[in-house]
């Protein structure tokens, strides 16, 4: 069983930044993938950044060049940096574990983009 925890949300005007964590019970190193996941409102859940264990990541198209996905092995630890924040980034944020032994998600953390 892996345990995800998230944080680092909250409330930032539009242009600002914010770094979100998470945290995992077990080691990354050996986990298959990570990443972050949002949902807003009425919408679907949707990807916004992964890392695969070589190393390579992802972007969907409306966060590339603001978004930074990066983990910390040895803190078994994911993060997503974010700049240039828009109102439509507003969102609960997930974190996803993809192991050998199946997927997991955390709890979210909220994130709220005032314009």
């Known amino acids: 069983q892996v345990q995800l925890v998230e944080s680092g949300g909250g409330l930032v005007q539009a242009g600002g930044s914010l770094r979100l964590s998470c945290a995992a019970s077990?080691?990354?190193?050996?986990?298959?993938?990570m990443g972050w996941y949002r949902q807003a409102p009425g919408k679907q859940r949707e990807l916004v950044a992964r890392i695969i264990s070589g190393g390579s990541t992802i972007y969907a198209d409306s966060v590339k060049g603001r978004f930074t996905i990066s983990r910390d092995n040895a803190k078994n630890t994911v993060y997503l940096q974010m700049n240039s924040l828009k109102p439509e980034d507003t969102a609960v944020y997930y974190c996803?574990?993809?192991?050998?032994?199946?997927?997991?998600w955390g709890q979210g953390t909220q994130v709220t983009v005032s314009s």
């Open positions: 077990g080691s990354i190193f050996s986990f298959n993938a």
């Open positions: 996803k574990a993809r192991t050998g032994l199946g997927t997991y």
